[in-house]
């Protein structure tokens, strides 16, 4: 009988990777070291249970990524932090009500610690751990330095098992995807300046590599990037990496406008084509052995070109329709990859000139790399203590459970209670949609795992030797079938792991499966209730205001940079605010990727709003570093058409922010947008501007225009259904 594809779908999904398995057995091995040297090597039961903890804490809880000598030296690293944690857990166990407040501390610290980046939220739920184990009775503190031992010892071993055991190559990085895409991009400028030279392209040349460019671009898209490869961190090489990504989405469209655009035009194929050398040396530059690029050809050639456009700038009957256009688009791309040569110095720790931004629109993009790293953690972590932030939402949530599950298994004395809030850690979730989702099939897999464990300690009693050679495997089992198979698996074979650990360290009965089975409910529920009650719709809402403000805000950016560039205005900060909108709108965009959606609810193309946002900004700050001042239209008139095309684009922007927080469907594009995009591409097609006195056309108010014209493009985009793989 034939099989069916969803069948054997299903067969691929539940088989676990390499990977994963090589993961298991290298916890198992370091847990089990541990805990039987100590256990029954040199009889310390309380350095035994520490042991094995740490290593399950750091090697399942956690998330440690990177080559084996990556994972290695992050687990060392977090020793220091292993031991404050027992130490503070110990001496608050004193209370229930002390080790509660110092959980809501904990808990709100340590989560509130992943605006650091990925590492600081893949070592969250196993730090979280090491201080929930001390903080439960008995009241020992002549037991810290066992504690210690344990501790110690789990994470050593740990360490040594990541770098002896199956020690996997380092995973391909952001910056392969980012050097990837440079490349795809260099060999389409080629095409582009071949075909500003009017040279002809291999039939379907073009097409393909406009192909390979758009599914380069689409791997630096975060939702297409695990959570640990993101360069989300606070110092100057992740911002460096991110923005240079933002700058190659930015680069991508300007090379493609010159293909469309394309017509014999010299001095914008010598450009293109130096614009080309720039991204390919960006590109080598990425790898960290790589050499460093320089843009000083690059300058120069800008520099020039610019100038001689300027010289160039001939009325309507010299000029052909589309040059002016051609010309800004040829810029353009020329600064965008100015911009990514600039980023992957700042990524190399490479010296950058002095910050050309004006005094009164500064900072400039690159403001972090004129910064000590100190300054800019302090920065990131003042910067999200505000309710607008996702971090600092999860942390109130994450702090607030484990803070109340730490005070119920306290008041009711319940035995073991440390599962309450291990079962509230991982099985709570950013929205309560989700939560629910993961509650019933741990609950349904603790159940049928207390079962089984009922069963095995009637059936075996107490012979702590049987206890002690099933351990190994059935941890291995656990720790591999677990990620591949779900929740259920999950909890209902970490249920037989821990009953297996307890026996070995006093007698139990049947009813220490009773007692997990309680636990894990009330964990569960308290996690529910902290979904229902704090932002219990997780990124989805959240999402939709945030957008909307960065619309916004976007439109105040775009009508101030039109109007200082005029002379009809003058800076206000609106562009900073917009900047800040984006990282904001960034960051919970991210937290949106991570949640179960229904695909009907989806709405617009999220990807798209914050596309549009980011090239509103990065579309903006070349416009101002390189058109003085008041220079972009030399004529009253000019001006006041430039201004109400700006205005135009703006009222877009708000329209379109003010859809998103009225649920319009996805689909309905704003004929408005529509119509003023139609305005601004018909007057770029048409004859060029007016020259003015001087017999010159004002190229720079082509420029703007240009612009302006691809912020509705990019507007048109967020009604399009966004294919995103689910």
Do not use: K
């Amino acid at each position: 009988m034939r099989r069916s594809p969803g069948r054997a779908e299903r067969l691929r999904r539940v088989r676990p990777a390499p990977a994963v398995a090589h993961r298991a057995v290298r916890v198992t091995a370091a847990a089990c070291a541990g805990f039987y040297a100590f256990r029954y090597g040199l009889d310390r039961p309380a350095s035994a249970t520490y042991a094995l903890f740490a290593a399950v804490a750091l090697g399942v809880l956690a998330r440690v990524e990177g080559s084996a000598r990556t994972r290695a030296r992050t687990i060392l690293w977090t020793l220091p932090a292993a031991w404050a944690l027992v130490c503070l857990g110990t001496v608050l166990a004193v209370h229930s009500w002390a080790a509660a407040l110092g959980m809501v501390g904990v808990g709100f610290a340590v989560s509130y610690g992943s605006v650091g980046g990925p590492r600081m939220v893949g070592l969250a739920n196993g730090l979280q751990l090491l201080y929930i184990l001390p903080c439960f009775p008995p009241y020992s503190p002549e037991a810290l330095p066992q504690r210690l031992l344990g501790v110690t010892a789990g994470l050593l071993l740990l360490a040594a098992t990541e770098l002896l055991l199956w020690p996997e190559p380092a995973p391909p990085d952001y910056r392969g995807r980012l050097s990837r895409a440079a490349r795809a991009l260099a060999e389409l400028a080629d095409l582009a300046a071949d075909a500003c030279a009017g040279r002809a392209a291999a039939p379907g040349a073009v097409t393909s590599a406009a192909d390979r460019a758009r599914a380069r671009l689409d791997e630096l898209r975060f939702s297409r990037v695990p959570v640990m490869e993101r360069p989300a961190g606070a110092g100057a090489v992740d911002r460096a990496l991110t923005h240079c990504a933002a700058a190659l989405r930015y680069t991508g469209p300007q090379v493609l406008r010159i293909l469309r655009l394309a017509r014999p035009y010299p001095g914008a194929a010598q450009l293109t084509a130096v614009t080309a050398r720039a991204l390919r040396a960006a590109a080598a530059g990425l790898p960290r052995a790589g050499p460093v690029p320089d843009t000083g050809v690059l300058d120069r050639e800008l520099a020039a070109f610019d100038a001689a456009r300027a010289a160039d700038a001939a009325p309507p009957e010299r000029s052909g329709r589309l040059r002016p256009a051609l010309g800004t688009a040829a810029l353009d791309s020329a600064e965008g990859a100015r911009f990514v040569v600039r980023a992957v110095r700042v990524g190399r720790h490479a010296a950058l000139p002095p910050d050309e931004t004006p005094a009164d629109q500064r900072p400039g993009p690159f403001w972090y790399a004129y910064d000590p790293a100190p300054l800019l953690w302090w920065r990131r972590f003042r910067a999200n203590l505000t309710p607008r932030s996702v971090a600092f939402r999860n942390a109130l949530r994450t702090a607030g459970a484990l803070g109340a599950a730490r005070l119920l298994a306290g008041g009711l004395d319940l035995s073991h209670g440390f599962w309450v809030l291990l079962a509230t850690l991982t099985l709570m979730r950013t929205s309560a949609a989700d939560t629910r989702t993961t509650l019933r099939p741990a609950l349904v897999g603790t159940a049928l795992g207390a079962a089984a464990t009922a069963a095995v300690l009637l059936a075996v009693g107490e012979h702590p030797l049987v206890y002690a050679l099933a351990l190994p495997p059935v941890m291995l089992i656990a720790f591999t079938a677990g990620p591949a198979l779900g929740p259920a698996w999950g909890q209902g074979l970490f249920t037989l792991v821990v009953a297996l650990v307890f026996t070995q360290l006093a007698p139990a009965s049947w009813r220490l499966a009773e007692a997990r089975v309680v636990n894990v409910a009330a964990g569960a529920a308290i996690g529910l209730l902290a979904g229902l009650c704090a932002w219990p719709r997780g990124g989805a809402q959240d999402l939709r205001r945030r957008t909307a403000g960065l619309l916004e805000d976007s439109a105040d950016a775009v009508r101030e940079t039109v109007a200082v560039l005029t002379g009809t205005g003058r800076p206000g900060g609106a562009l900073r605010r917009a900047r800040n909108s984006t990282l904001l709108t960034e960051a919970m965009y991210a937290q949106y990727r991570c949640e179960r959606h229904d695909p009907a609810g989806d709405g617009p193309n999220w990807q798209a709003a914050v596309l549009a946002g980011q090239h509103a900004v990065r579309g903006a700050e070349p416009l101002l570093a390189r058109i003085p001042p008041g220079t972009a239209a030399p004529h009253r008139g000019g001006a006041r058409a430039l201004l109400g095309h700006a205005d135009q684009v703006a009222a877009a922007f708000r329209r379109q922010a003010a859809a998103l927080r009225a649920r319009e469907p996805a689909g309905a594009a704003h004929p408005a947008v529509a119509r003023a995009r139609a305005a601004l591409v018909a007057e770029l097609d048409g004859p060029p501007p007016a020259p003015g006195t001087d017999g010159r056309v004002p190229l720079h108010a082509v420029d703007v225009a240009v612009w302006l014209a691809g912020l509705l493009d990019d507007l048109q985009q967020i009604h399009e259904p966004a294919r995103q793989p689910r």
